[in-house]
C-alpha cells in the first residue's frame, strides 16, 4: 500500500510562491507517474501537473510558465512550486501516484489560498 502525504499548503498573497510537497510510502516511487490535481469550490478536481517516472513533464495551461513538478526519487517525494499565485489558483491541492489501473494511488490535499 502506497501512502501520500501532501504539505507546504497555506495562505499567500496574489503575487507570491508556495512550494507543495508530496511524501510518499513504499518501493514504487521511483516507477510511478506523478501528478498534481486541484479543486475549487464546486468545481470539478483537475490535473495542472504530471511528471513520468523518467522526468517528462506537462502542465495545464492555467499554470503554465508559473508552475514547477519536480521529483526526488531518493526521498520519494514530489513537489510543486508554484509562482506568480493567482486568486484563482485557490484550491485543495491532490497529490497522486498512478502506475495501472489497480495502483492509482491519492493524498488527502493540502489547502491554497491565494488572497490580499
Known amino acids: 500500500q502506497v501512502q501520500l502525504v501532501e504539505s507546504g499548503g497555506g495562505l499567500v498573497q496574489p503575487g507570491g510562491s508556495l512550494r507543495l510537497s508530496c511524501a510518499a510510502s513504499?518501493?514504487?516511487?521511483?516507477?510511478?507517474?506523478m501528478r498534481w490535481y486541484r479543486q475549487a469550490p464546486g468545481k470539478e478536481r483537475k490535473l495542472i501537473a504530471g511528471?513520468?517516472?523518467?522526468?517528462?513533464?506537462n502542465y495545464a495551461d492555467s499554470v503554465k510558465g508559473r508552475f514547477t513538478i519536480s521529483r526526488d526519487n531518493a526521498k520519494n517525494t514530489v513537489y510543486l512550486q508554484m509562482s506568480n499565485l493567482k486568486p484563482e489558483d485557490t484550491a485543495n491541492y491532490y497529490c497522486n501516484a498512478y502506475l495501472d489501473v489497480l495502483r492509482d494511488y491519492w493524498g488527502q490535499g493540502t489547502q491554497v489560498t491565494v488572497s490580499s
Open positions: 511528471i513520468t517516472s523518467g522526468g517528462t513533464t
Open positions: 513504499g518501493t514504487i516511487f521511483s516507477s510511478g507517474n
